[in-house]
């Protein structure tokens, strides 16, 4: 199902057409933005599938990334995980890293069938912990030709011991308990702050949601106990002869870039690293398009256009 209306590109031209889009996950909709870049193609395009990180949505940036490789003549679908956005799912604000991998597969799923799609060139662009799915998913599904993982998460089990500090741990670990307690007894999902106060995520969130209508800045309890059992570092190994290219950012914190580097090392050819300056979100504000730029290129490179 599809509705909108083309969007203008630079001096009032329009060069991208944006539509709404939902297509099926399993056993829900997903909402997504389908770009197709303006005039006739000669011959079936490719696709790329973009996603946003752990309680992030389509409206804090990927219009952005999504538009950039539309215009360099991709087709794009940007869309919102199971329980964000306006995608359907239950509970809402859940973060379940294997379901999102799913959500991922049938959003690979949905551009292979569209009309003027080659679907022998499909790319795959994630941030954060949909960068860690993009390893995940470009290691399991040979229907991925490309792929671009952004300062991901790749140990959940590390990163939630990060954010946790270990004097806290004991307490957060009877939350979380307390809570599946709570839910086999039908109570609602209890809900816990995404971005922390003083936190780097939300300084961010303020800088692309200034008016606080789009973030939610919440996430169930369980996320982060589902966190704590994914792995994508487990799976880069398994993602060549794809082509992978991965961006860090070199002042990483949120998912320590340490880690990153440690499963780029893991990966085979073809391989490239793209190492920015700053902070975790810094590739989606201050070198944003120093990452715009990179993944484009990669996709270029290795898809086409």
Same mark, same amino acid.
């Given at each position: 199902?599809?509705?909108?209306? &083309? ?20 056993? *829900? ?8 870049? =303006? ?21 804090? &940036? ?9 215009? =360099? ?9 199971? &329980? ?32 003027? *799609? ?100 919440? *996430? ?80 270029? &490179?290795?898809?086409?256009?």
């Amino acid at each position: 199902m599809a509705g909108g209306a &083309g969007t203008a590109g630079k001096e009032g031209a329009v060069t991208v057409r944006r539509d709404d889009v939902l297509f099926d996950g399993d056993d *829900v909709k997903l909402h997504g933005w389908l770009y197709r870049p =303006a005039g006739d193609a000669a011959a079936p395009r490719p696709a790329i599938v973009l996603a946003h990180g752990f309680s992030a949505v389509m409206e804090m &940036g990927l219009d952005h990334y999504a538009r950039a490789f539309a215009e =360099a003549g991709f087709v794009c679908l940007a869309y919102d995980h199971r &329980g964000y956005g306006r995608s359907g799912g239950w509970p809402r604000l859940e973060t379940n890293p294997w379901l999102q991998v799913e959500d991922t597969r049938a959003a690979i799923s949905f551009v292979r069938t569209l009309p003027g *799609v080659d679907a022998a060139r499909i790319g795959l662009w994630g941030t954060s912990y949909s960068g860690g799915h993009t390893l995940t998913v470009a290691a399991l599904d040979r229907r991925v030709a490309c792929v671009v993982s952004q300062v991901p998460l790749v140990s959940g089990s590390r990163t939630f011991d990060s954010w946790v500090p270990a004097d806290r741990r004991e307490r957060f670990m009877k939350r979380l308990a307390d809570d599946r307690d709570a839910r086999a007894r039908g109570v609602p999902p209890g809900l816990t702050p995404a971005g922390v106060p003083g936190s780097e995520t939300e300084e961010w969130a303020r800088a692309v949601d200034p008016a606080g209508t789009v973030y939610p800045n919440a *996430v169930t309890l369980r996320s982060l106990e589902l966190m704590r059992a994914y792995e994508p570092i487990a799976f880069v190994a398994r993602i060549a002869p794809t082509p992978l290219l991965m961006i860090v950012a070199d002042r990483d914190t949120q998912t320590p870039v340490a880690w990153q580097l440690e499963a780029f090392e893991f990966a085979a050819e073809p391989k490239k690293l793209v190492t920015l300056p700053g902070r975790h979100y810094d590739p989606y504000m201050g070198q944003l398009a120093a990452s715009t730029a990179a993944a484009r290129d990669w996709f270029v &490179g290795h898809l086409g256009h």
